[in-house]
């Protein structure tokens, strides 16, 4: 693997990207983990969640997360860091957001478990991740809407820990070309 890289980790919510992420950054030495739903939850006012018929002003807000998520990663890349950046980008918006991340080497991958797995883990978590969208139509959406773009994985029967591992075994799979 070359010094340094960045891995876009993506998929529904629950799927476990913000566990994975971290585990992964902390396995990239140096490593920063950059958590998308920072730069969301930093509109304080005004923030408008995404819905199944989100109108023009929260795919604004989505597209400059999405933006100033990219952009971070490409500030810690360029001062040597590997950067492990996760966010739910689903459909169209994948392929734009990979769009927004000119470093490379960029690793794409999606975690996709299964519909019963994210419900499962939806369950067992304190803070929901699934308000406007249900559990299968968000998964839905990534099975049938997002183009096949880098490593997908199906995590349902993984630890986070063998997630990680598949991932750096396979991390060639993951790469987007230049």
Known sequence: MPSNAVFLVTGPSAAGKSTVGRLLAERLTPGVYLEGDFFRRSIVA?????????????????????????????????EGFNVVLEDVAAGPFLPEFVERIRSRPLHVVVLIPSAEAVAEREASREASGYHSFSVGQLHEGFVKETPRIGLWLDSSEQSPEQTVDEILARSDEALVPA
């Not at 005004?46 to 990219?70: F, H, I, K, N, V």
């Open 46 to 78: 005004g923030r408008l969640e995404m819905t199944p018929d989100a109108s023009p002003e929260a795919l604004a807000q989505l597209r400059l997360r999405y933006r100033l998520a990219a952009d971070s990663a490409e500030a810690y890349f360029g």
